[in-house]
């Protein structure tokens, strides 16, 4: 410490003689000697902290035992009602307006051929009656000629099918197309797959050609169709493909007679503008089940395009008739009630 101190008494004197002025006595200076610090013996150990007398009770008491209840009573079973009470109709408020509801068949059955099946039936007479009435009626150049009703199940198919063979057996060259998309019945009648068809034409741009399938009955052709349009199968009917079909049709001058066989009037908005295409209408009545009201409307509706005649199915004139006149009145399917021939009269 002694040698630092003289370093700087040394230093100090230098630099006052270089600026002439005298270096104090030194006696003013004071320098406080270092304090002995005392080294730390790591090998005691270090003072513990001063711990802290918890006092805990000497003894605990528990309980001996503990009290369950010897069983736990749950109900056996659980009684739920038998039979839960639902209102067996929903009443509908009177200020709400309800369509009335049209009847479908509950599944697809194949309008029944009776023309040329090889049996004797008093309907396929009345079909003679019926392709000789619309051969003189139809004008030379209004041959296609479109067949509907009302309601579904009334035999619009059934006439369609056997009209169209009854042409063709008398030597007409006959295309019969089903343009119902919503219930596409026709190619059932034959066996054959609705592969093409109207469908494939308006939808997928097929030729005319690559839609028409042969029947089996000598001057039938058919254009079938399927049911994968039915969700919009009113603008598909509407489109201008639909009307270039018609004209493709007439165009090819290979047919005397085009059948369309339609979608009830009543139940598919479609027929109304179909029957804008077709020349003549044939509208099929069924007896006791189509209502002057529905005939009606449904007539009013297509007023626009001519109407041949309506055609009276199911039929069945009363026992004394036929027997003094052989034939009855009216075009009748086979299997009515108290009929002599059986058969599947279904549209």
Same mark, same amino acid.
């Given at each position: 410490?002694?040698?630092?101190?003289?370093?700087?008494?040394?230093?100090?004197?230098?630099?006052?003689?270089?600026?002439?002025?005298?270096?104090?006595?030194?006696?003013?200076?004071?320098?406080?000697?270092?304090?002995?610090?005392?080294?730390?013996?790591?090998?005691?150990?270090?003072?513990?902290?001063?711990?802290?007398?918890? =006092? $805990? *009770? +000497?003894?605990?008491?528990? !309980?001996? %035992? /503990? &009290?369950? #209840?010897?069983? @736990?009573?749950?109900?056996?079973?659980? =009684? $739920? *009602? +038998?039979?839960?009470?639902? !209102?067996? %109709? /929903? &009443?509908? #408020?009177?200020? @709400?307006?309800?369509?009335?509801?049209? =009847?479908? *068949? +509950?599944?697809?059955?194949? !309008?029944?051929? /009776?023309?040329?099946?090889?049996?004797?039936?008093?309907?396929?007479?009345?079909?003679?009656?019926?392709?000789?009435?619309?051969?003189?009626?139809?004008?030379?150049?209004?041959?296609?000629?479109?067949?509907?009703?009302?309601?579904?199940?009334?035999?619009?198919?059934?006439?369609?099918?056997?009209l169209a063979i009854t042409l063709a057996r008398l030597?007409?060259?006959?295309?019969?197309?089903?343009?119902?998309?919503?219930?596409?019945?026709?190619?059932?009648?034959?066996?054959?797959?609705?592969?093409?068809?109207?469908?494939?034409?308006?939808?997928?741009?097929?030729?005319?050609?690559?839609?028409?399938?042969?029947?089996?009955?000598?001057?039938?052709?058919?254009?079938?169709?399927?049911?994968?349009?039915?969700?919009?199968?009113?603008?598909?009917?509407?489109?201008?493909?639909?009307?270039?079909?018609?004209?493709?049709?007439?165009?090819?001058?290979?047919?005397?007679?085009?059948?369309?066989?339609?979608?009830?009037?009543?139940?598919?908005?479609?027929?109304?503008?179909?029957?804008?295409?077709?020349?003549?209408?044939?509208?099929?009545?069924?007896?006791?089940?189509?209502?002057?009201?529905?005939?009606?409307?449904?007539?009013?509706?297509?007023?626009?395009?001519?109407?041949?005649?309506?055609?009276?199915?199911?039929?069945?004139?009363?026992?004394?008739?036929?027997?003094?006149?052989?034939?009855?009145?009216?075009?009748?399917?086979?299997?009515?009630?108290?009929?002599?021939?059986?058969?599947?009269?279904?549209?």
């Amino acid at each position: 410490m002694s040698r630092i101190y003289e370093a700087l008494l040394k230093a100090e004197r230098e630099r006052s003689a270089a600026g002439g002025t005298e270096v104090p006595n030194r006696s003013w200076i004071r320098v406080r000697p270092p304090t002995a610090v005392e080294p730390i013996d790591f090998a005691q150990p270090a003072p513990s902290a001063p711990t802290r007398h918890v =006092e $805990t *009770p +000497s003894h605990v008491e528990t !309980p001996a %035992r /503990v &009290e369950t #209840p010897a069983r @736990v009573e749950t109900p056996s079973r659980v =009684e $739920t *009602p +038998s039979r839960v009470e639902t !209102p067996s %109709r /929903v &009443e509908a #408020p009177s200020w @709400v307006e309800t369509r009335p509801r049209i =009847e479908a *068949p +509950s599944r697809i059955e194949a !309008p029944s051929q /009776v023309v040329g099946a090889g049996r004797y039936s008093r309907a396929s007479d009345q079909f003679q009656v019926l392709a000789s009435h619309l051969q003189a009626l139809a004008e030379q150049d209004s041959r296609v000629v479109m067949v509907t009703s009302s309601a579904p199940a009334e035999g619009k198919s059934f006439v369609s099918l056997n009209l169209a063979i009854t042409l063709a057996r008398l030597g007409r060259r006959v295309l019969l197309v089903d343009i119902d998309l919503r219930n596409p019945k026709l190619h059932h009648t034959f066996n054959l797959a609705p592969l093409g068809g109207l469908t494939g034409y308006l939808l997928d741009n097929l030729p005319l050609e690559s839609c028409l399938s042969d029947t089996g009955v000598r001057n039938l052709t058919l254009v079938a169709t399927s049911s994968r349009a039915a969700l919009f199968s009113s603008e598909i009917l509407a489109s201008p493909r639909m009307r270039q079909f018609v004209a493709d049709v007439r165009a090819a001058g290979r047919w005397d007679y085009v059948v369309l066989d339609s979608a009830p009037v009543l139940a598919a908005s479609e027929t109304q503008i179909v029957a804008h295409m077709a020349d003549n209408l044939l509208f099929v009545v069924a007896a006791n089940r189509t209502g002057r009201g529905a005939i009606a409307r449904s007539l009013e509706l297509l007023k626009a395009t001519p109407l041949l005649g309506l055609v009276f199915n199911r039929f069945e004139p009363p026992y004394s008739h036929r027997v003094e006149y052989g034939y009855g009145y009216g075009y009748g399917a086979p299997g009515e009630s108290g009929g002599r021939h059986g058969g599947d009269r279904r549209s």
